[in-house]
């Protein structure tokens, strides 16, 4: 199992929040060392320390460990779900006709 993603997920959010490791470190009491080696995939977090940094970020864990669950899947999908239903209702009803479309192209 490629636990590196853990890290890319972490990284990912942190940069659209405009945090920088310095500063996820601080609100997680780690060290921002410790930070860069998660998100490099160079140590795995202890599950209290995934629960500090999803705090930290404001998010669920669910966007953090979704490549390395067996749940995947439905994870991404809610959390695409999520991501469509901000967007205006011409938009929802665009990318849902889209992935209808992939979805009927699949079948045959």
């Known amino acids: 199992m490629d636990f590196t993603t853990i890290g890319r997920n972490i990284k990912k959010y942190r940069t659209e929040k405009g945090m920088r490791q310095e500063a996820l470190a601080e609100l997680t009491d780690l060290s921002a060392n410790y930070i860069g080696m998660i998100e490099r995939g160079e140590k795995i977090p202890s599950l209290s320390t995934l629960i500090k940094i999803a705090n930290a ?6 966007p ?3 490549d390395v669950l067996n749940a995947q ?6 959390i695409l779900y999520d991501s469509i239903k901000q967007l205006p209702q011409h938009e929802q ?12 192209y699949s079948k045959s």
């Open 93 to 104: 009803q665009r990318i849902f006709a889209v992935i209808e479309t992939l979805i009927e």
């Open 64 to 66: 953090l460990l979704c």
């Open 73 to 78: 899947s439905a994870i991404k999908s809610s």
């Open 57 to 62: 970020l404001e998010i669920s864990s669910d």
